[in-house]
């Protein structure tokens, strides 16, 4: 196991499909970025199980989380290449609004991509005195994982 290499937590990079651009638009400044799925068991308990309970998957939950820091785009006129909080915060109010998810493609480095179409479910930020701004956000994806660009030519 001496040949092993490595994988830099650094290219675990997110980007999020902007429609207006028809390009992947990067969230910058992330310190960490993960992926949890949560099999949601049913349980049922009767008296053909003899009392004993048993449990079957009933469905999947898939979760990108992500930790990053702020980034100041006034001076170059607000929405910029790249995006942070700000947009993060007006995605998740489009969300609410319109109800429609937004393509996510995650980066795993040399594993490839991982792409989601999905809601931010959770986004909060911290100022802390002596320390830079921060913020966190959960993203919940309405479906399985997929290796293939759903925006890439034909």
Not at 26 to 42: A, E, G, H, I
Request: charged letters at 20%.
């Amino acid at each position: 196991m001496a040949n092993e290499k490595n994988i830099p937590g650094h290219e675990g990079t997110l980007a999020y499909w902007d429609t207006t651009a028809s390009a992947y638009k990067p969230v910058v400044c992330l310190t960490s970025s993960s992926v949890q799925k949560t099999m949601n068991m049913l349980e049922k308990v009767n008296m053909c199980t003899q009392g004993q309970t048993v449990r079957k998957p009933q469905s999947l939950d898939r979760t990108v989380s992500i930790e990053g820091e702020f980034i100041d785009t006034t001076e170059v006129g607000g929405v910029s290449a790249q995006a942070s909080y700000d947009e993060l915060d007006a995605l998740q109010e489009a969300h609410l609004e319109t109800g429609i998810p937004t393509d996510w493609r995650l980066s795993r480095g040399p594993m490839g991509y991982r792409y989601f179409s999905g809601f931010i479910s959770d986004l909060s930020d911290s100022f802390q005195a002596g320390e830079d701004a921060t913020f966190t956000a959960s993203l919940t994806s309405q479906g399985k994982f997929s290796e293939t660009d759903p925006h890439a030519a034909p």
